[in-house]
């Protein structure tokens, strides 16, 4: 059976590994400077700054669907998901560069201006990365060279993002500790997410051409929106690992945004914010590790596992003093070697709910189903940060100040700790009723390929 599957090549899935790039390096730098840039740097208070950060989040997770919709129903001659990787690439490189250009304004008017480019930023974000993720599906139909992908994606994204972890704390220093500093930081990374996208586009040419989805749309009509929503209402494996990854993005939008302020305060040494972002590298052998882990465990299996590891590290948080730095630095060691068990495991499952989808409605659309797990993870992180202003706020954080009241520290650490393990344990709940076995997709390919023909 597994035979019959459509594969790429190494040299396609090492070129679309590129978007992993593209993706993380602005993913992981607004999601955990934004917040601090605008509160610690820009002295805007805790809530009003979370506010900037979680609206246009909110708003752009309820445009992914829309996107994922509209790529669904395009076709050009350079594919149906690749054009809008090149062109909305360049455009969310500017974007970024807008949001942290601190122009001199103040009061209500800086106000307004960082809402208005977060969102720009933001809907610029979903345009590149709803088709990126949607590409996946369309390379390969063999779920274990998927993980292969997914995991690939991951790895050369991970280790491109050590600027963000590592060199950022230290650059802000190098160009001088102030809101300046950002400017000729985002501009380094957004020429290189642009050149990672372009080659990523590169890399799924020959799986995205017209003439590759006849299969999918022989004798069929064109899909109606009614149609393309029932890929999402009624596809049970979509729905709970969307519950799964929205507890976590909950979880994520507040404590990434506090990853900085935690050694800043609570250490009391920022600079081992580096340090600790380097521990994610650890997971990389466990990315390399993945298809085999999945064969033995089944991906099911293996995501419950990992929640289950890295509820108890959250936990482990509170436990931990100021003065441990061993301590923190192996907890943040341990989460990132277990970190890809749900992290990377998340998104190939993904790519097995539309072949669900697909089983359950017969219609296929890559785009709308993957658009779904953009969705929530947005809409969690707005959340996050929503809830991370508000306990802040109540905690008495002082915004603008390098001096913190310990109640604001104690709340900095709460958060670090008890957020994710709300998270994970949600997604333990969820995995457990999640249908979708290595036996049942099988079958459900099977079936896909006898309904079209």
Not at 92 to 98: A, I, K
Not at 178 to 206: E, H, N, Q
């Amino acid at each position: 059976m597994g035979a019959t599957y459509k594969r790429a090549t190494k040299g396609e899935v090492a070129r679309y590994a590129f978007g992993g790039i593209g993706s993380n390096i602005p993913f992981m730098f607004v999601a955990m400077y934004a917040f601090v840039y605008f509160n610690t740097f820009l002295g805007i208070d805790s809530v009003t700054a979370a506010g900037i950060v979680a609206f246009p989040i909110l708003i752009d997770a309820f445009t992914d669907p829309i996107m994922g919709m509209l790529a669904d129903r395009t076709m050009t001659k350079y594919g149906k998901y690749r054009p809008y990787v090149m062109f909305a690439a360049p455009v969310l490189g500017l974007t970024m560069v807008l949001l942290f250009w601190d122009v001199g304004l103040d009061g209500p008017a800086q106000i307004g201006y960082l809402y208005v480019t977060y969102i720009l930023y933001a809907l610029a974000s979903t345009a590149a990365n709803i088709p990126y993720h949607s590409l996946t599906a369309v390379l390969s139909e063999d779920p274990y060279q998927r993980t292969t992908i997914a995991s690939a994606k991951q790895i050369v994204g991970m280790i491109c993002i050590i600027p963000v972890l590592v060199a950022t704390p230290l650059l802000i220093k190098v160009f001088g500790d102030d809101a300046g500093a950002f400017l000729p930081i985002t501009i380094i990374y957004s020429v290189v997410l642009v050149l990672a996208f372009w080659t990523c586009a590169s890399g799924a040419k020959r799986s995205d051409q017209p003439a590759n989805y006849i299969k999918y749309n022989a004798g069929q009509k064109k899909i109606s929106v009614v149609e393309q929503l029932s890929l999402i209402y009624k596809n049970k494996a979509l729905l709970l690992l969307m519950v799964a990854f929205g507890t976590d993005m909950i979880a994520f939008g507040a404590t990434q945004k506090t990853n900085y302020q935690y050694f800043l305060f609570y250490v009391g040494k920022a600079e081992l914010a580096s340090l600790a972002g380097m521990m994610m590298l650890l997971g990389i052998p466990v990315m390399f590790m993945l298809p085999w882990i999945t064969k033995k465990l089944g991906k099911k299996r293996a995501f419950i596992i990992g929640s289950t590891i890295l509820m108890f590290l959250a936990l482990w948080v509170k436990l931990i003093p100021a003065t441990a730095i061993s301590m923190i630095m192996l907890q943040a060691a341990l989460a990132g070697i277990f970190g890809p068990l749900t992290g990377i495991l998340g998104w190939t499952m993904l790519a097995d709910c539309v072949e669900y989808g697909e089983y359950v409605t017969g219609k296929r659309g890559a785009g709308t189903v993957t658009s779904q797990l953009t969705f929530v993870n947005k809409f969690g992180q707005a959340i996050g940060v929503f809830l991370l202003g508000v306990i802040l706020a109540n905690a008495g954080m002082i915004e603008g100040s390098m001096e913190q009241p310990q109640s604001a520290i104690n709340a900095i650490v709460n958060i670090k700790a008890f957020l994710p393990a709300f998270g994970y344990i949600c997604s333990i709940i969820a995995m457990s009723f999640y249908p979708i076995t290595e036996t049942f997709y099988a079958k459900m390919v099977e079936e896909n390929e006898a309904k079209r023909g």
